[in-house]
């Protein structure tokens, strides 16, 4: 770690793949189950790290959303009918950090390439880390929707939340 | 993003505050419930960021683990009775990337402290972002405990991944 202006360190992370995904120039808010290859393409020395990975039906993607525009503070979510949260309050890519989190199902694997559902990131996002997704771990039922829930139209909301496009 | 030796480039991303935990030199595998005073000291630029994260029960933590030891490509989770696993099937902090990822109940706001329920990272570690963990979007019901699921005392398993220590 080193030091910059504002005296917090510089932390350095390498990538390790690419997310390959039907998206050049726009992805969906979040993930959509739709038609389309998505895959985590590992450099091949990571490839061994892969190992019983395919025992899980959900894995966690970690990402560096190299096309994000600058970090706001505040943010209006698009389908959040005018409301306007703090940054860590929401999903969007605009973040100090522009680290991606998706939870996805994990598909197949085939040599240094992970098969998995519909991922919210442009096609060529380097990849930084694959997590499983363990049930008693990162389950939570009774999870809520925060400030989202308050939405007028809660269904349509959820449609959202689920990444069908506005024009649906 | 900069070139590396190997060609991949390099990821640069800052400190925006730190985690503070009763945890100096060992952190559980996994948080557990215990006594103890948890929570997220954010740097004062990015507190406005906050804004409407109080509506969520759940949050995910995402730290920068700066005391893990070297990567490695195949890790022996300790309670998994020998078993060796390939690192990105695991949630061991020797990673490629030491980036860690916690579900944690958001307790309350006060100034620029997150309280959080326990966490598993030593106290003083770097965060580097907070997301809110959102029911329709992060709980997977019908996720599973992949190889994990295969260890011969399966409820004893289950105690270690919600972070009770082996002594228990």
Do not use: C
């Amino acid at each position: 770690m080193e030091e910059n202006f504002n005296h917090t360190p510089l932390i350095r992370l390498k990538q390790i793949g690419r997310i390959r995904t039907p998206y050049n120039r726009k992805a969906p808010y979040q993930p959509i189950d739709e038609e389309g290859v998505f895959y985590l393409e590992l450099f091949p020395e990571y490839v061994e790290g892969l190992e019983s990975i395919e025992t899980f039906k959900y894995i966690y993607v970690i990402f560096f959303m190299d096309r994000a525009k600058p970090a706001e503070l505040i943010v209006e979510p698009p389908w959040a009918e005018g409301k306007k949260v703090g940054v860590f309050a929401s999903r969007s890519p605009s973040r100090p950090n522009p680290i991606g989190l998706s939870v996805v199902r994990l598909l197949k694997i085939e040599d240094n390439r992970v098969y998995i559902s519909a991922i919210d990131a442009l096609d060529g996002t380097p990849l930084l880390d694959i997590k499983p997704y363990v049930k008693h771990l990162d389950s939570k039922e009774d999870a809520n929707l925060g400030w989202a829930g308050d939405v007028r139209d809660k269904d349509h909301l959820i449609l959202h939340l689920k990444g069908i496009p506005h024009d649906f």
